[in-house]
């Protein structure tokens, strides 16, 4: 069985810095999705970013950005020049491509705090 | 295009009752998946449905807990005699299903609280 482990309950950043949030995942499988979300104090799961197993290329979004390392099963989210509203939970998540079933299997969490 | 809906967004119900939590895919889409977040902890994959059928539902509760997703209408997630420990998030996701990369979208959750 798949499983996702963040090991940072919380971290905080100053704003306009660089903060990174560790994800690492144990699977036995070849293809799969790898994802991080947001969830702020409203509670909705907002998607982040996306990462295919099979690209190598890190994806980005804007000032979000991923360290994907296959062979270590790392999956690691930078978040460049924080601002005030990226502070929330964040979440890792895994997405199995094939057996039928593509159900999220979920990190516990970090809680990021920015810092004015 | 409206998004993925729950309701109610707030559900009280007192110990021995029954919850009716209910989910409305986005359009377009016939894949559903309800997640529990409990306090402090991460969403918690409980069961995957499409119209009509129960594809996985490993990690659904043996006891007090269905699912169904009708060929019309919303995704009802059904706990009977709820008891405290049942105190949590419930959120639905939807996608348009298929084998190829298919993004879930989180509805706004229920929060259950059981007194």
Known sequence: AQTVTQSQPEMSVQEAETVTLSC????????YYLFWYKQPPSRQMILVIRQEAYKQQNATENRFSVNFQKAA?????KISDSQLGDAAMYFCAYRTQGSGTYKYIFGTGTRLKVLA | NAGVMQNPRHLVRRRGQEARLRCSPMKGHSHVYWYRQLPEEGLKFMVYLQKENIIDESGMPKERFSAEFPKEGPSILRIQQVVRGDSAAYFCASSPGGSDYNEQFFGPGTRLTVL
């Open chain 1, 73 to 77: 099963k790392s999956f690691s989210l």
């Open chain 1, 24 to 31: 690492t995942y144990d699977t036995s499988e070849s293809d």
